[in-house]
């Protein structure tokens, strides 16, 4: 065991250091879980709507091409399932990430047709 001579005292600024810089991290860190958001970057368009319907179901597509019902990744057999019992009159509200496939979009809209479902919107951003 190591032995600390009386007249020499143990340095703790270094670890003091270290633990305010983790203490920043995880602060910044769960401050943007907290907020919950999944960062999309809409298409732009000049024509863009604003559709403020209290019955609506969002489905969003990042630009990893990861689907999300409502804030939670899903997949697609999972989101297909979800929206077996949808009311046709619900809205659902697509949101892709500009740099996502345009086949996971095609993909959301085949199983919303296949399903007799034709209240959708698709969200864009205002120039």
Do not use: C, W
Request: net charge negative; hydrophobic share 45%.
């Amino acid at each position: 065991m190591l032995k600390i001579p009386k007249n020499e005292s143990l340095n703790i600024v270094p670890f003091i250091d270290i633990m305010l810089v983790l203490l920043a991290i995880v602060l910044s860190v769960s401050t943007f879980i907290a907020q919950g958001k999944i960062p999309i970057d809409l298409p732009k368009s000049s024509h863009s709507m604003s559709n403020q319907d209290e019955k609506k179901i969002r489905i969003l597509v990042d630009k990893e091409n990861k689907l999300y019902l409502e804030d939670v990744l899903v997949d697609l057999e999972v989101l297909r399932n979800e929206l077996v019992n949808l009311n046709p009159k619900t809205l659902v509200e697509l949101r892709s990430d500009r740099e996502a496939k345009f086949d996971t979009f095609i993909q959301i809209v085949d199983i919303l047709k296949g399903k007799d479902h034709e209240n959708f919107s698709i969200a864009t951003q205002q120039q």
